[in-house]
Nanobody
Framework: QVQVVESGGGLVQAGGSLRLSCAAS????????MGWYRQALGKQRELVAT???????TYADSVKGRFTISRDNVKNAVYLQMNSLKPEDTAVYYCNVKTTLGYGPNYWGQGTQVTVSS
């Protein structure tokens, strides 16, 4: 009974910026790892960025230096600041939330569309 909701997607021109937000709610004792994934048309879902509860981050090579992931443990929220957007960033972006340590279930949001025009 965990709900994950993303917001902040939209249409921007190349070089522009967007800030995605994700909030988890429901039967949550504590949120551990959180992350952002994306899926472009005709492609598999891929990792964009992850962040642990201790704020250790990882990024896909394609977004390093342009995207920044952050979190708010009080709000059970995770954010993705996306700068210098490129058309190849166009995808549906999904938020992922883990509520246990070690191997356990992952919860996904419904996705938010990001479209970058050239």
């Amino acid at each position: 009974q965990v709900q994950v909701v993303e917001s902040g997607g939209g249409l921007v021109q190349a070089g522009g910026s967007l800030r995605l937000s994700c909030a988890a709610s429901g039967s949550i004792l504590r949120v551990y790892d959180m992350g952002w994934y994306r899926q472009a048309l005709g492609k598999q879902r891929e990792l964009v960025a992850t962040i642990t509860r201790g704020a250790t981050t990882t990024y896909a090579d394609s977004v390093k230096g342009r995207f920044t992931i952050s979190r708010d443990n009080v709000k059970n929220a995770v954010y993705l600041q996306m700068n210098s957007l490129k058309p190849e960033d166009t995808a549906v972006y999904y938020c992922n939330v883990k509520t246990t340590l070690g191997y356990g279930p992952n919860y996904w949001g419904q996705g938010t569309q990001v479209t970058v025009s050239s």
